[in-house]
């Protein structure tokens, strides 16, 4: 099953934060993050392992509780260049043969 | 420049017709994924290979098959291709002994009419 991604969409003003959250109802083994530009094709931001450990880039961090199957996406001090859709891929298998994505979560940062 | 070239970028078909979208690799990278990506549903894998000789299916797997015949070409074919496979199909590859990653291709834009 696809993990659940929230909110669907949100809009910031540019020093924003924001938060993008990723459910699943299976184990997982890691949880990725990638972040889409329109008529773009996905780029890898980070990925996270079970352990719990939270992992930043530049202002962006996120964090993995594997107990809760959750994942959170962290913007601190959004930019324009933030804008974009987020997508989180999880999977179960070690290895990470079957990433499966949620259905995304636009962000539009308005100066 | 190392990655992912998926060919054709644009392609509009008719219904009925088979198609064959290219996805060629020059990373190495042992596990290559197909996904198709419409507006609201997100990333849907289609069919995956963890390494040449072996696929597998996906989330979506219906109406499409693939091959890997070596490690760095993963075509996708639709046989009889129908209007619900219009899309933005994705290639995607990663090195399972590294991070897992996903590399992905530029996209192919598929309108069945």
């Known amino acids: 099953q696809q993990p659940v991604q929230s909110p669907q969409a949100v809009i910031l003003r540019e020093g924003e934060d924001a938060v993008i959250n990723c459910s699943s109802s299976?184990?997982?083994?890691?949880v990725h993050w990638y972040r889409q530009k329109h008529g773009e094709a996905p780029v890898f931001l980070m990925i996270l392992l079970k352990g719990g450990e939270q992992k930043g880039h530049e202002k962006i961090s996120a964090s993995f509780n594997e107990k809760k199957q959750q994942s959170s996406l962290y913007l601190t001090a959004s930019q324009l260049s933030y804008s974009g859709t987020y997508f989180c891929?999880?999977?179960?298998?070690?290895?990470?043969?079957?990433?499966?994505f949620g259905a995304g979560t636009r962000l539009f940062v308005k100066a | 420049i190392a990655g992912i070239t998926q060919a054709p970028t644009s392609q509009i078909l008719a219904a009925g017709r088979r198609m064959t979208l290219r996805c060629t690799q020059d990373?190495?990278?042992?596990?290559m994924y197909w996904y198709r990506q419409d507006l609201g549903l997100g990333l849907r894998l289609i069919h995956y290979?963890?390494?040449?000789?072996?696929?597998g299916k996906g989330e979506v797997p219906d109406g499409y098959s693939v091959s890997r015949a070596n490690t760095d070409d993963f075509p996708l074919t639709l046989a009889s291709a129908v209007p619900s496979q219009t899309s933005v199909y994705f290639c995607?590859?990663?090195?399972?002994?590294?991070?897992?990653?996903?590399?992905f291709g530029e996209g192919s834009r598929l309108t069945v009419l």
């Open positions: 299976k184990a997982l083994y890691s």
């Open positions: 891929g999880t999977e179960k298998n070690t290895g990470g043969f079957k990433t499966i």
């Open positions: 290979s963890n390494t040449a000789g072996t696929t």
């Open positions: 995607a590859s990663s090195d399972s002994r590294g991070t897992g990653e996903l590399f």
């Open positions: 990373m190495r990278h042992n596990a």
